[in-house]
Structures are given as structure tokens and as C-alpha cells.
């Protein structure tokens, strides 16, 4: 099972449609809000390089674009 994580803000369009996405699956993913919480931004800068959000953090490794990570979700979580 792989370790994800995505971080994200709430007033993000394109972190909107992440959460909408998986919402809509009834997919549960650990979030982490760099807004809310600016100690995820400083971690999101080390993991990936930028604080580019939505990011989705595939066992250490960070995904960018809405809808890659989409894409992602669908071809590894769906059954």
C-alpha cells in the first residue's frame, strides 16, 4: 500500500477539484492545508521543491496538476 498525502488550501480552485473528486469516489486521503498550517509548506517546499498546491505526495514523491492527480487516482485506486 503506498503512503499518500495531499496537500492542498481550502480557496484553491484546483485543490477544489481534487477534493471533489475523491469526495465523489469515497476516497479518504491524509490532507495537509499549507494555509492553515504553514509548518506543511515548509515541509511540501522540502518534499517537492515549491509550494506548488495541489500535491499529492505518492510515498515521498510529489505529483502536481489537478488533473494528474485525478488521473492517478483512476488508474491506481480504482478497482
Known amino acids: 500500500?503506498?503512503?499518500l498525502t495531499l496537500y492542498h488550501f481550502m480557496s484553491c480552485p484546483y485543490?477544489?477539484?481534487v477534493r471533489d473528486y475523491l469526495s465523489k469516489?469515497?476516497?479518504s486521503v491524509p490532507m495537509k492545508d499549507?494555509?492553515?498550517n504553514p509548518a506543511y509548506r515548509e515541509e511540501l517546499?522540502?518534499?517537492g521543491g515549491k509550494a506548488?498546491?495541489?500535491c499529492l505526495v505518492i510515498d515521498g514523491k510529489a505529483l502536481?496538476?489537478?488533473l494528474?492527480?485525478?488521473e492517478w487516482f483512476k488508474r491506481n485506486l480504482k478497482e
Open 1 to 3: 500500500m503506498q503512503i
Open 15 to 17: 485543490c477544489k477539484r
Open 25 to 27: 469516489e469515497g476516497i
Open 34 to 36: 499549507i494555509v492553515e
Open 45 to 47: 517546499i522540502k518534499i
Open 52 to 54: 506548488q498546491v495541489p
Open 64 to 66: 502536481y496538476e489537478s
Open 68 to 70: 494528474d492527480i485525478i
